[in-house]
């Protein structure tokens, strides 16, 4: 019997710990009895106490940090928080004749950041980080043997977050996290998907399986044996039921139009917070996506229109988040996404009918949808990923059984064991986003849904989440968004 862990309905971010830090910091203009200064040698200690040379000055560091689940079954969840600290320090004075004294040391960065200037001031020049601190390779954590649905970093690890015994300089270190499925067959982590090979070579590895991020060389081109982030398995969300994997794949699927729902809750009709279905460009008004975002809504515009088309009522619902650090000098991220549905093609241009998917982030570079493509009748607007906006590429780069609505229409091999080749689905694609350098808890989140109703199954497949020394830019065609390889 496999393990679940479970969170209560709770539908808000960011409800994780902060560790803050106290530091003595010495007055230069303090008064003193004498022209002496007082020195001060601090050992740092996470408990108990420490004391050191200083006149009369204690400090104290303190953190109350928990989280919480509740078993439910059968709900997957969990959340961590940063581990909590505390401690105190005292000193006793001794003077040192001419140390500290500024009259007599003079300004620490005169001769520029010198390792006395950068411990005395922090920002200046030169003192901080220079160059992108984005991992140059990522530690793997997404063995199919490895995971167990049950944990509830399970699949975060997937996509290659919060692995175990990272930090900052080899992964993604998350917080905050949360899967909230109660269907167990809503999801599942896998090896494959499908029965098609690339280049239909049965030597060759599936169309769908976890995809490695290869290292580059200067001319841009991937360096064989040589990976950022390694990976073994892609993590898939349904709107309907998934199967178990058999060694590792899920392959040989019937057709999802007969998949039904999934048995997540319907109710109540609305995003999880801080998902939000109104637009925030032009300060709330909407009408300027990506421009004068109210740092609260979708910026992009894309979920108000397909949101009130359906009527507001999402069934089948299944969302995750987490939160995390951003490294220094680096302006982005990126994720790698399929899409099938068997909603195409009866559903096209019914847009009561289109499920929904949306990838969400709440930061200072931009927040709002993340999964939104390049309009494919104006290229000057964006909006979002469902059957309808995607008709065109399911027919022109991605695989569609043609011709449309025919009762013997060519079945696109790419999808074959998907339980979509009478439908449509995507190849791979890339999703990218911006975020600030250094910008500390950034949340992000997806979210998927039926709309209006329980009865065509609509797949996604997620992998390979990391960062970018190089962001892309909002509202420029082919930068940010989905990107059609």
């Excluded at 808000?12 to 007082?38: H, I, Y």
């Excluded at 740092?295 to 999402?314: L, R, V």
Aim: proline share 7%; glycine share 10%.
């Amino acid at each position: 019997m496999t393990r679940r862990i479970a969170l209560n309905a709770r539908t808000v971010f960011g409800l994780g710990c902060t560790l803050a830090l106290a530091a003595c910091v010495e007055n230069p203009d303090q008064e003193t009895e004498s022209d002496t200064a007082a020195t001060t040698n601090v050992e740092s200690s996470t408990s108990g106490a420490t004391t050191s040379d200083t006149s009369s000055s204690s400090g104290s560091t303190s953190e109350d940090a928990s989280t919480s689940s509740t078993s439910v079954e059968p709900t997957t969840s969990g959340t961590t928080a940063t581990p909590t600290t505390s401690g105190t320090t005292t000193g006793t004075s001794e003077t040192t004749e001419n140390v500290s004294d500024p009259t007599t040391m003079g300004d620490p960065c005169e001769e520029g950041a010198t390792p006395e200037c950068c411990e005395v001031d922090p920002e200046f020049p030169d003192c901080a980080p220079t160059g992108c601190l984005a991992p140059e390779a990522y530690v793997q954590c997404d063995q199919f043997d490895m995971l167990e649905k049950g944990d509830g970093l399970a699949p975060f690890n997937a996509l290659g977050l919060g692995c175990p015994g990272t930090d900052a300089s080899n992964g993604v270190v998350i917080t905050d996290y949360a899967f909230q499925s109660d269907a167990l067959l809503a999801w599942q982590i896998t090896r494959g998907f499908g029965n098609y090979h690339i280049n239909n070579d049965p030597q060759a590895p599936l169309l769908y399986n976890g995809q490695s991020i290869p290292k580059l060389d200067e001319n841009d081109k991937p360096i064989e044996g040589e990976y950022i982030l390694e990976s073994d398995t892609i993590l898939l969300l349904s709107t309907g039921e998934l199967p178990d994997p058999d060694n590792g794949y899920i392959t040989g699927l019937g057709d999802q139009a007969g998949n039904g729902e999934n048995n997540n809750p319907d109710n109540p009709n609305e995003l999880p917070s801080p998902m939000a279905d109104l637009c925030g460009s032009n300060g709330g008004q909407c009408g300027t996506p990506f421009e004068d975002c109210d740092g609260e809504n979708d910026c992009s515009d894309t979920i108000t229109g397909p949101w009130e088309e359906a009527g507001g009522n999402p069934n089948d619902k299944l969302w995750f988040e987490f939160t995390a650090d951003v490294p220094q000098e680096t302006t982005g991220y990126s994720f790698r996404l399929a899409f099938w549905t068997s909603e195409w093609p009866n559903f096209v241009n019914l847009p009561e009918f289109n499920d929904i998917f949306i990838g969400w982030q709440v930061s200072e570079a931009y927040t709002g949808n993340t999964i939104y493509m390049q309009d494919p009748d104006d290229a000057n607007k964006v909006v979002s990923v469902n059957v309808t906006t995607l008709d065109p590429y399911f027919a022109d780069g991605g695989f569609a059984c043609l011709p449309k609505f025919a009762p013997n229409c060519a079945q696109p091999p790419a999808l074959s064991g998907t339980g979509f080749s009478k439908h449509a689905g995507t190849n791979w694609l890339t999703v990218r986003a911006p975020v600030v350098a250094g910008e500390q808890d950034v949340q992000f989140g997806f979210f998927i849904a039926d709309m209006n109703d329980s009865l065509f199954a609509t797949t996604v497949a997620l992998d390979s989440w990391h960062w970018e020394c190089e962001g892309c830019t909002l509202g420029a065609p082919g930068s940010c968004g989905v990107l059609f390889e």
